[in-house]
């Protein structure tokens, strides 16, 4: 994409004032065209989850202090937020137990007002540090930003979140779309004026998506209802490591409190009364399985619950292509990890577990494991299809690990944290095909067959005949060079299971046609024109 590639200094110049101003309109004015460098300082002090004063040396960031996260912060954190935050049900899912082979309950953090638990750190913070500065702020380009700013609404705190910019490769489109059609509706019809409209769109939306996923910028769609909500938004950074950076530097200018959203400890404090609400609505709970980011939410969890009930088992679930915490406990200490591409579950895409959060875990989380994105993408497919529930990737993924098979949680009760809700349609839409394509209800291969009339039609007939639906495919004749009276054919088909599937595999086979089954990122047609083996 164009969005990464290296632009000569005067011009990237040039573009990052574009894009920042298009951003800036965007979002409704609020924006800063220049990146800064913090001011180097050594302390600050802080206000613990109790309330009472706390001079800090800077372990990573003058603007995160470090110290230890008690059960009495847990405790009042839960009496302060009670009022602010919803008590989100307990429900056991009894379908799902079946396929799981355990009393499975869901705890329905999605539930809150934003859509996910950040609420409550949030909340909590909000209600600590408000009152004794100018105002907090913090960046985040998700749950974080949207719970700080509905509830800074709520009490009158003023809330400033500091985003990573929407890639300047929309702020072209948009311009080079605008300028062509200024320059085109004064000649074409009014016909192609729309498909001009829709594919500029279409374009413009496609590389914001790509440039989202891959750098952690914030979706326009949050960046609006964080405005909607009352906050200061400032479009700033690249990606969110430097909005993390300005919102230090502007911490210090303005005398803002900075709230970290997984490490800060009033935040790891409000969380932890999701362990409490557990424990109170599903007592005789013999397992939690926790999703695991930047440790905020297993850290506060695991503080209430080990506290109250030490017999419970604490399991945390991480992604594979970032296993961060899993990385920390083999140090001995949070570090930094290359996190392995994008993933379902961006939520938990943190490449470092927070300093706080770590050390609360030691001694109280009793596994870990990890699961793949196919793992996570049939959890969420489970939800939408099982308990018509809406979940994010983030919050899949403790039911994946369950659902794995892998963690001996047969007859057991078992609790896993549903954290968060808050997916775009288009990229819910894109999960469930993978889900789908996990549980072999949604297969794709490659038919080499007859260019003769007939030859497809006698392809589709035996899929049909096998009682699949095609979904789609596509008619090449260009690719196959070793037989000139073969074509190549690409078909997506639907099927009931993944034994259906083999059985549509094995009537495609007997019919004498040549196949690549669920073929993966290659040049099948090299493979139809060296190995024209039948499978």
Known sequence: MLATMALPAPVGAILGRLRTGVATMLVGGRGVAHMRTAPAASQRRGLSSSGTDNTTTSVGSIHEPVYPVTFEDVSRASFRIREHVTKTPCNQARKLSKIAGCELFFKQELQQRTGSFKERGACNAMMLAGRTSAGLIAASAGNHALALGYHGGRLGIPVTVVMPEVSWLLAYLSGCFLWLVGRLATWQTAGRSILILIVGSIACAADTAFFCCRHQVAPLTKVRNCIDFGAEVIIHGQHIGESRDFAFELAERRGLTYINGYDHP?????????????????????????PVGGAGLIAGLALAVKTLRPDVKIIGAEPERCASYAAAVAAGEPIAIQIGGPTLADGLAVPKVGTNAFNTCQGRIDAMCTVSERSIARAVLRLVEVEHTVVEGAGATG?????????????????TVLCGGNIDTPVLGRVIERGLAADGRLVRFLAA????????????ARIAHAEASVKQITHERAWVESDITKVLVRCEVETRDATHAEEVRQALHDGGIELIWNFQDFDPAERFNREPTRI
């Not at 369950?402 to 078992?414: F, Q, T």
């Not at 260019?451 to 039609?457: E, H, K, Q, V, W």
């Open 266 to 290: 009033s935040v790891i404090a409000g969380t932890g009364t999701i362990g409490m609400e557990i424990l109170e609505q599903v007592p005789d709970v013999d397992v939690i399985v926790v």
């Open 399 to 415: 039911l994946a690990a369950i659902l794995d098979g892998r963690l001996g949680l047969e007859g057991k009760k078992v609790v």
């Open 449 to 460: 067959v007859s260019d003769r009339p007939g030859g497809l039609a006698d392809l589709t």
